[in-house]
């Protein structure tokens, strides 16, 4: 199968934010894109009852015990219309109803319900805070025998005890899943935020959330690929609905705490910790651990990175400018292949969970000590680059997240996150032809080339503002972005001399509009034709050696350059869950 049938080119929500506007959720940017990555992912079984919802898609490994008196008239004040109308009304009969439903479950397994719609949850990792910003839900479920006053206590622990969330509407607001009103997308882009926060820092296979829509209710399940949502009931009238779905959530099948919970990881015992203080490393090196939920129409990160180190190794070319691979697993493909039984297609929406390690440790572009140092490392990760295409790859995604400055190597940056990669024939420039086989196995390989993937940001100018699939991205595409960024790190993190000062970022990246980001891109430069340079300016010995990167303030723009909302510069062309990267210490890797 081609991947001409795999995500299409879909901008995601803001990754970069630039003004304070942009960290609104409501922000018209935030919300478009965030539309767009999530349409057709958010679903409703509505000829399904919620009954068989609920034994299909959280079984549970107890058999139910209803108990009479944790249901009857819970949600009593709920029925008075007047206090529907507002969800500010709605909480604390909600938060008292649902512990009521949790009453008569044993201790160990005994949700608590809070009240949490004032209080900010950060996203687990610092760098995600800008792009997020704070979520406040409104409602949380604290995890089996946590206590309220430890579980705010610091910022960073709060995601990891919250096991559910609740997310109230009154009934002005109406159903999301029933609705096209800029409202409803609103909403359902928080309920798709939250779960994905839940997902992240917790690692769960999937998670759970319940929305409350006026007298209204439905469960959504969320998993890294799409999420789907219950009928709507009335959980005021048999309040044993909602009871079932909580007994079934803290009593899996799977014998964990909850439902969700990936079975093949724990937390580190008091043995665990000691065994692995005994084999500790004092070496000082540093690794990375990349974890991504891969799309399984598309190719292997992993096999973009061995075909770049074959070719090394075939040639004894040395692996300059590109992260290395120390190893790498499909851990998807050790269990058995499921498909989903209703589709025709079921590979296209199908995920797999990828490890990765890299011994190649960076970090970003607009950290530079001084500037020459950001010049080498943009030099160096384009030689890198022409490594990986002279291998056969062309990596499509030349942004600031994926060229990274590093010391102690005999290269001072490198590019790397291939995951939107393509097998490329670069015989023609002295590169690597493609086989038979892998031509074969591409299908198409010009349809897949004419699929516009990158980062809104630093697409070429003949990227931007064309007709679908009409033009086949080459190597002199991600060549121009290279260019871009260059130019993005500039303005943004120096004192550079464009007549613009301080809002020259926002004219020359002025936000989403393909139209208006291709004419800023044409208006920016000033010939057409390259421009010559007599010897190698890095051979100068006139470069500055004080001038660090400055933090980009995010809010120097000016009303005068008109929209206060306009969009930040990283939009991504490409849809897909966020991976996450953790640094770690260590000698050596055994197979993982």
């Not at 081609?2 to 409501?26: E, F, H, M």
């Not at 109308?85 to 512990?99: A, I, S």
Request: neutral net charge.
């Amino acid at each position: 199968m081609s991947r001409r049938d795999a995500t299409p080119s879909v901008r995601k929500g803001l990754v970069d934010i630039s003004n304070r506007a942009q960290k609104n959720g409501g922000n018209p940017d935030n919300v478009n894109g965030w539309r767009h990555e999530i349409l057709n992912k958010v679903n409703s079984l509505d000829n399904m009852k919620i009954e068989e919802f609920s034994n299909q898609f959280a079984p549970s490994s107890k058999p139910y015990r209803n108990w009479t008196a944790a249901t009857k008239n819970v949600f009593s004040p709920l029925k008075n219309e007047e206090v529907l109308k507002n969800e500010m009304h709605m909480y604390k009969h909600l938060v008292t109803g649902l512990n009521q439903l949790c009453k008569g479950m044993s201790r160990d397994r005994q949700l608590l319900f809070v009240n949490t719609h004032k209080t900010d949850f950060p996203p687990p990792l610092s760098q995600d805070t800008p792009a997020h910003g704070d979520l406040k839900p409104d409602l949380a479920a604290l995890k089996p025998g946590v206590k309220t006053d430890k579980a705010f206590q610091d910022d960073k622990e709060k995601w990891k005890h919250v096991s559910l969330i609740v997310e109230a509407k009154g009934s002005k607001r109406g159903d999301p899943m029933t609705s096209t009103s800029q409202r409803a997308q609103q909403d359902r882009l928080q309920l798709s935020k939250v779960a994905g926060m839940l997902m992240l820092e917790q690692g769960t296979l999937c998670c759970f959330v319940l929305g409350i829509y006026g007298s209204k209710a439905r469960i959504y399940r969320y998993d890294h690929a799409s999420a789907i949502a219950s009928t709507v009931f009335d959980y005021r009238k048999d309040p044993g609905f909602m009871r079932r779905f909580l007994w079934n959530f803290v009593n899996p099948k799977s014998g964990l705490e909850t439902l969700g919970q990936d079975d093949l990881s724990s937390k580190p015992t008091k043995r665990d910790m000691e065994e692995a203080l005994r084999r500790g490393d004092t070496s000082g090196k540093r690794y990375i651990i990349k974890e991504s939920w891969r799309q399984v129409i598309r190719p292997l990160e992993m096999v973009f990175y061995q075909r770049i180190k074959e070719y090394c190794d075939r040639t004894n070319t040395q692996m300059f400018g590109v992260a290395y691979l120390v190893s790498g697993t499909d851990l998807g493909a050790r269990e058995h292949q499921l498909k989903h039984r209703n589709s025709e297609r079921p590979e296209q929406g199908e995920r797999s969970h990828i490890r990765l390690v890299l011994r190649t440790v960076g970090r970003p572009l607009g950290t530079f000590r001084y500037s020459r140092q950001l010049v080498l490392a943009l030099r160096d990760a384009i030689l890198g680059h022409q490594l990986a295409y002279k291998a056969g790859v062309l990596h499509r995604d030349v942004s600031a997240g994926n060229v990274m400055i590093v010391e102690g190597q005999p290269f001072s940056g490198f590019i790397d996150d291939f995951d939107y990669s393509s097998l490329i024939d670069s015989s023609a420039d002295g590169g690597s032809p493609l086989t038979d086989e892998e031509l074969e196995s591409l299908g198409s390989r010009e349809a897949e080339l004419r699929e516009r993937t990158g980062t809104f940001a630093f697409l070429s100018e003949a990227l931007l503002n064309i007709s679908a699939k009409s033009v086949i991205h080459a190597v002199h595409h991600d060549l121009e972005s290279f260019y871009w960024l260059l130019i993005w790190v500039v303005l943004r993190h120096t004192q550079h001399t464009h007549n613009a000062g301080e809002t020259a970022f926002f004219e020359v990246f002025p936000g989403d509009n393909e139209a208006l980001a291709k004419n800023a891109k044409h208006s920016f430069r000033t010939r057409e034709e390259p421009l010559a340079v007599k010897d190698n300016p890095l051979d100068m010995d006139d470069w500055p050696e004080n001038d660090a990167a400055i933090p980009f303030s995010k809010n120097t723009k000016r009303e005068s350059l008109g929209d206060a909302d306009a969009a930040g510069p990283s939009k991504k062309i490409k849809a897909e869950p966020k991976d996450t990267e953790s640094e770690i210490d260590g000698d050596e890797f055994e197979s993982l």
